[in-house]
């Protein structure tokens, strides 16, 4: 079972050629944004959502406007989750347009989007393109295309404030790559590790790409050539980046009861995150999740893994390990995988894609003995993917929709408090807030340095009307 990626001459990264697709993988990624943007506008809305109000406004822009904004603040955990690039996203756009908008958040976090396909379409392009896209490029071209006009995702796209993905992705993408493709090479290293650091304070799951490219590392010393010392150094060091991530990670006593009581339950989770995009049937997963083990253990049998095989089993175990992550921390009762948690299962989706496609390309050069069950794992793969993913488009778009109607709503009543400041504007159902909590909400909008994030001049209520107990904003 030979796997071929392009215009390679033989096996091996000896026959790799050196050309850059940029402006291929540049129009894929461009188109990727475009997308996104037309999405922000259409469904987003400018008032902040949920954990906005308490990871934004009360934690960071109070303490900015205010004159005491320190690194505590910047490293303080939400919930589980450093979030340190997001809060500086927050900073830098309230400075550029002297306002706290979720509308300008989720277009910035839209255009930052955009670096995932690029780099997974790279990963699996350099080295193969001779110049001109195989078909194979084609086909992975358009699944990450697909990958990023479907509105499956419509959490992140919708709320700027989960940019946190996004950061990660990319630093987890690229510390995969480097350790691919340059095991040997010490600055490479340093990228590593900056990389991996990075990833470590954008989210708690982000612990997991240390862990990750320290194997990748590993698998490099053993399949490529090359000095093997600066991976050695800083596979240990990514696995002490790891153990003090996980160490440092605070506990959330609420957030116990989201994981679940038995193995048995945690592997129910798993079948489900891993099955996805279908939902309710445990065999998709093994459709889903095969060709990368079966190529890759082909291949290393028979000793033709290259660097690029390499990137794919990194990405491939990134979001395997995610997944593990999340049916552990998050999986009670889960069946549908939550819009937030989808695209950290796309790298080892793409991945696996590109293994399946490789392998079609590749079998009708072996016997029929190894032919047919290769052909038949590939096309069972993207025919549960794609099948998959154009049965629930509807529903998604149904759940974008909703979630924009909710958004318009939650605007409406907030703008209706800061108007008149009466809190029976805020004495409304559940969800017809940007904030689970009205009481806290009210604190929030009555403290003049969020008012002013807002853009709000509008007079403070007299203090007579706010409550002797209500939180004081911090």
Not at 193 to 218: E, N
Not at 290 to 308: G, S
Request: net charge positive; hydrophobic share 50%.
């Amino acid at each position: 079972m030979t796997v071929h990626t392009g215009a390679r001459t033989g096996p091996g990264p000896a026959h790799e050629t050196t050309a850059r697709p940029w402006l291929f993988v540049g129009i894929v990624a461009l188109c990727a944004i475009f997308v996104r943007l037309v999405y922000v506008q259409l469904f987003s809305s400018p008032m902040p959502f949920w954990d906005q109000w308490d990871g934004e406004a009360d934690h960071v822009l109070r303490p900015w406007i205010e004159g005491h904004f320190g690194m505590e603040h910047l490293l303080r955990a939400h919930n589980e989750h450093r979030i340190l690039p997001t809060k500086l996203v927050t900073i830098v756009l309230y400075e550029l347009t002297g306002r706290w908008s979720n509308m300008d958040e989720a277009r910035l976090s839209a255009c930052i989007y955009g670096l995932i396909p690029a780099m997974l379409l790279w990963s699996a392009t350099v080295g193969s393109y001779g110049g001109r896209p195989t078909l194979v490029h084609k086909a992975l071209a358009a699944l990450i295309f697909l990958f990023s006009v479907l509105p499956f995702s419509w959490e992140n796209t919708l709320v700027g404030f989960q940019s946190q993905f996004y950061f990660m992705l990319a630093a987890s993408i690229a510390a995969v790559i480097l350790a691919a493709r340059h095991h040997s090479n010490v600055l490479a290293a340093g990228g590593i590790f900056l990389l991996s650091a990075f990833a470590c304070l954008t989210m708690a799951s982000g612990l997991i790409t240390p862990l990750v490219a320290a194997c990748v590392l590993a698998m490099a010393c053993v399949f490529l050539p090359g000095r093997r010392w600066p991976a050695a150094v800083t596979s240990v060091l990514l696995l002490a980046m790891a153990i003090a991530a996980y160490a440092t990670t605070p506990q959330i006593p609420q957030h116990q009861i989201l994981r679940p009581k038995t193995a048995i339950a945690v592997l129910d989770a798993l079948n489900h995150l891993l099955g996805w995009p279908i939902t309710g049937y445990h065999w998709a997963m093994f459709y889903l999740w095969l060709p990368a083990p079966v190529a890759l253990t082909w291949r290393a049998a028979h000793k033709t893994v290259t660097r690029t095989d390499l990137v794919m089993a990194g990405l491939y175990g990134w979001s395997l390990v995610q997944a593990l992550a999340i049916g552990a921390g998050r999986g009670e009762g889960l069946v549908e995988v939550p819009s937030r948690y989808v695209e950290l299962l796309i790298p080892g989706l793409f991945a696996n894609a590109w293994f399946a496609l490789s392998m079609l390309a590749g079998c009708f050069r072996e016997p029929w003995r190894t032919r047919i069950p290769a052909a038949t794992l590939s096309v069972a793969f993207f025919a549960v993917l794609i099948g998959g993913l154009l049965a629930r488009t509807p529903a998604d778009f149904q759940q974008l929709r909703t979630r924009s109607e909710a958004l318009a709503v939650q605007q409406s009543n907030t703008l209706r408090y800061l108007r008149s400041n009466d809190p029976a504007a805020l004495d409304v159902p559940f969800f017809a807030l940007p904030y689970p909590d009205h009481t806290r909400l009210k604190a929030l909008l009555d403290n003049h340095s969020i008012r002013q994030a807002l853009g709000w001049t509008s007079p403070l209520p007299p203090p007579s009307a706010e409550p002797e107990d209500a939180p004081a904003g911090s």
